[in-house]
């Protein structure tokens, strides 16, 4: 892994103080994953305001019924990533993703369902052109492991072409860290010339 510029050493150190006293040992249930959620067709519309404000209350309404914790979060138009950590008795993530794609799709299927993009295996599953059929998940195994996810999440933006700096792209959870003085406002940058590199899904 390439690290940036040094920076990451010194947030590891707050990482493992503030957020580990909360961090479970991913085996299984009550394990903690990093997900990759792609849109179908690499579709650009996960940040239009009314899919942000859809997906955030399918989020709290699958919450309500199926606990997890947000560890982190970054959403970018055509996918987004996040870590998540389940109750200890249990282990399905699957139901959980499938309550909020469901939610997302029922909510925003008149305006960005695409017709002609139906093909009978779509028809037989009942699926929408939303969602990539499948995500990608990843089971943390340790504190370095979730650290290194956490720093690749929050500088997804800046991989992408999106921001220079980290703290230039607004829907991550990366300025609730900031906050917290887990990161620094100016942690990151395309100036580092360097990228977090071989963790997630290959999302070019």
């Not at 990759?36 to 690499?42: A, D, K």
Request: one cysteine or more; a positive charge.
């Amino acid at each position: 892994m390439h690290r940036i510029t040094g920076m990451v050493r010194k947030t590891h150190t707050t990482f493992g103080r503030l957020l580990m006293s909360n961090y479970r040992r991913a085996n299984t249930k009550g394990g903690t994953y990093f997900f990759t959620v792609v849109t179908y067709r690499r579709q650009r519309f996960l940040c239009d305001e009314m899919v942000r404000n859809v997906l955030h209350d399918g989020i709290k309404a699958t919450q309500a019924t199926r606990p997890f914790t947000i560890d982190a979060w970054v959403l970018l138009p055509d996918h987004l990533h996040t870590i998540w950590t389940l109750p200890p008795d249990d282990a399905d993530f699957g139901i959980r993703w499938a309550m909020i794609k469901r939610f997302v799709t029922k909510q925003c299927a008149p305006e960005l369902k695409r017709d002609t993009w139906m093909n009978p295996s779509k028809l037989k599953r009942k699926e929408s052109t939303l969602w990539q059929r499948r995500f990608w998940e990843h089971q943390i195994r340790d504190e370095s492991d979730y650290q290194k996810h956490m720093d690749y999440l929050h500088y997804n933006p800046v991989k992408h072409g999106l921001v220079e700096k980290v703290a230039d792209w607004p829907y991550s959870t990366f300025h609730r860290y900031v906050r917290q003085g887990i990161y620094g406002i100016d942690w990151a940058s395309v100036n580092n010339e360097q990228e977090l590199k071989g963790f997630g899904e290959s999302d070019q």
